[in-house]
């Protein structure tokens, strides 16, 4: 499955920026100028994150305050144009983003976004500590990333991760992040809607993504959304913005997410997401997936399936929007064979599609 658009990231100093006056998807990043799987995480003893009692926004803090963590990223722009010696030398430039400290090894856990084509990382601890990290792994396709710090176990303060489906419209929220490298900053808000569809870097679908009104900017990326037990329940990633500032619509990877993905990078594994391989569209009578496009050599293409295609059914499932072919195609692993039914010039058909693996 392909995304309809494509975000508008701030990254590494530069901000890339199509033209027009429309609202933007911005990745949470700051510049230094301005199938589920539960995972079993080792807590540190004694630590409050770990509870699930309704706390106050202040007890959150306390509680997950010394898991949040500032991360700087260095990186290479290559060959430097404005050099009067063209090709000889680079640009380098430094950002901020937030993370979280995942589990006792002391893995940490940010958006893939904020640690792309880094050439160095720092990690900054609440006490002010820092240590240089290695990426463990990352997964584009989800924005997420695993870092790894030789931090000692004094300093590594893990986070529960929360059960994301539990969340309701309305539920209380707190982020903790380094906004504008202003690190401990603490904002709160509500759910303010559940299962957005938002973009990757790599311009696939992210489903299931929470929308918030908690104040996220710049230097927010990678860092926790947590209930009002402490746990988290998303990871901070990008903002819908005219101005490129808050205007109160974030939205955040949901926990079930991370859970899956983070477990298979911390064990050295690439992660795998269903492919179909078609873009899709609102069909004039509004029901349905209509297919805009279809990549050549994918699934959709060996099935058959053609642009003008308005899907209805995908395994069985009813297909009201394109949102509902997204979260069906999620669901299903690469390998699984699908019933596939559309309407084709007023014609009712059906077609069998072997899903297959996302490029990267």
Do not use: C
């Amino acid at each position: 499955m392909l995304q309809k658009r494509t975000p508008i990231l701030i990254a590494a100093a530069a901000l890339v920026a199509g033209a027009g006056a429309g609202a933007g998807s911005y990745a949470a990043f700051g510049t230094d100028g301005a199938n589920t799987t539960t995972v079993q995480q080792t807590v540190a003893a004694g630590s409050p994150a770990s509870s699930t009692k309704t706390m106050s926004v202040n007890g959150v803090y306390r509680a997950a305050r010394d898991g949040v963590v500032e991360i700087t990223v260095t990186t290479s722009g290559g060959s430097n144009n404005n050099s009067p010696f063209p090709g000889s030398g680079s640009q380098q430039s430094q950002a901020q983003g937030s993370g979280w400290v995942y589990d006792s090894s002391g893995h940490i856990v940010t958006n893939d976004h904020v640690v792309a084509n880094a050439t160095s990382i720092s990690v900054m601890f609440s006490d002010g500590s820092k240590y240089s990290a290695k990426v463990v792994g990352t997964d584009a396709s989800t924005d997420l990333a695993v870092l790894k710090v030789n931090a000692p176990s004094s300093k590594l303060h893990p986070l529960t991760l929360g059960d994301s489906s539990k969340l309701a419209v309305g539920d209380g929220v707190v982020a903790i992040g380094a906004p504008f490298g202003l690190d401990e900053t603490v904002t709160t808000g509500i759910v303010s809607a559940l299962d957005r569809d938002i973009s990757s870097t790599n311009n696939f679908t992210i489903s299931g993504a929470i929308q918030t009104d908690a104040a996220i900017n710049h230097g927010n990326s990678g860092g926790p959304l947590l209930n009002m037990s402490g746990q988290v329940v998303g990871i901070t990633t990008q903002i819908e913005s005219d101005s490129g500032g808050n205007e109160g619509v974030g939205f955040a990877v949901p926990s079930n997410t991370i859970s899956t993905v983070a477990s298979k990078l911390v064990s050295g594994q690439t992660v795998q997401h269903p492919y179909l391989g078609v873009f899709v569209q609102t069909p004039a009578n509004r029901s349905g997936a209509e297919v805009a496009q279809v990549k050549s050599g994918s699934p959709a293409a060996d099935s058959g399936l053609k642009a003008g295609d308005v899907i209805t059914s995908f395994g069985g499932e009813t297909i009201q929007s394109p949102d509902d072919l997204t979260a069906a195609v999620a669901a299903k692993a690469p390998g699984n064979k699908v019933s596939v039914t559309y309407v084709r010039n007023g014609t009712t058909k059906t077609t069998q599609v072997t899903i297959g693996t996302r490029p990267s």
